[in-house]
């Protein structure tokens, strides 16, 4: 898998990440990550040694796409996760979700329910009285999620999203504890996978450079098919919600025949051939 380079000094590499591709090396994985590749990169340049490759000071999830940042050596690694929450001054994702019939979301808002982490490793929101297998609570953590529809469609929302932490699958376990998993995400019950993919980007990063203190902002909008999507709705799913006009007509019909069209009786049928019947009974 390829990644792009956003921008690149002494100190730090700002990519595109794919979705697909792990952040960082995983234990007891070899698989290539944006970690690996961005290293390959700087040694093709001739610029990568011990003391100059990539460090990674947060990360995407592997299905997540988008903007992410790496140091370059130990030092900006350091003073970059150090001063992470007060250097970086935006962080934005979007992200399609299923729209469920009822909700308690607003358009606008944040999120704060408490995450735990499930046997596979998989962030949620437990319920009150939910148990781990050892029949205990389970241990949860803090966190907060800014959220904002940008497109609400008949089955599927665009959202805006921010974090006030970082915690895993924190948005994902966040929008479906709330009804809104999000497209692909067959981890949190989405019933739809029209990208196969999970449909969740990190567009925008805005930090002050931790060396030079210039002001710097990377942009990468998620792909245009979304919102467009989103607009469109998913009716191929057998789980969407019907429109308005589909509930009609399904009340207006009865086992596929049209109550507009006139029913023939059997002292009509009686005067056709078998071969005439059978179109008027199908």
């Not at 930090?207 to 009716?235: C, I, L, Q, R, S």
Request: glycine content about 6%; some cysteine.
């Amino acid at each position: 898998m390829e990644i792009e380079i956003l921008y690149q000094d002494q100190y730090i590499a700002v990519i595109n990440k794919p979705y697909g591709l792990l952040s960082v090396p995983y234990p007891g994985r070899k698989a290539k990550t944006a970690q690996s590749i961005l290293e390959e990169l700087l040694r093709k340049q001739g610029t990568a040694n011990a003391k100059h490759k990539p460090f990674a000071v947060h990360r995407l999830d592997r299905d997540t796409s988008g903007v992410m940042m790496f140091a370059l050596t130990e030092q900006a690694q350091e003073k970059i996760m150090s001063s992470w929450h007060s250097m970086v001054t935006e962080r934005l994702y979007r992200a399609v979700a299923e729209k469920p019939e009822k909700t308690d979301l607003k358009d606008e808002g944040l999120i704060s329910d408490k995450l735990a982490q499930n046997a596979h490793n998989v962030g949620f929101v437990p319920k009150e009285g939910d148990k781990n297998k050892d029949g205990k609570a389970f241990k949860t953590e803090t966190a907060r999620t800014h959220y904002k529809i940008i497109e609400k469609g008949t089955t599927h929302v665009l959202f805006e999203l921010s974090l006030d932490t970082g915690k895993k699958n924190q948005i994902r376990a966040h929008l479906a504890f709330h009804g809104f998993p999000l497209a692909g995400d067959k981890e949190h019950r989405a019933k739809t996978d029209h990208f196969h993919r999970l449909c969740l980007h990190a567009r925008t990063l805005e930090f002050d450079h931790p060396f030079t203190g210039e002001h710097m902002k990377f942009e990468v909008a998620e792909p245009k098919e979304w919102e467009n999507y989103v607009k469109k709705g998913d009716f191929q799913s057998k789980k969407a919600p019907r429109t308005a006009q589909q509930k009609r007509n399904s009340r207006n019909s009865i086992k596929g025949v049209d109550l507009g069209e006139k029913r023939l009786s059997r002292k009509d049928l009686a005067h056709m051939d078998f071969i005439e019947r059978g179109k008027h009974r199908r």
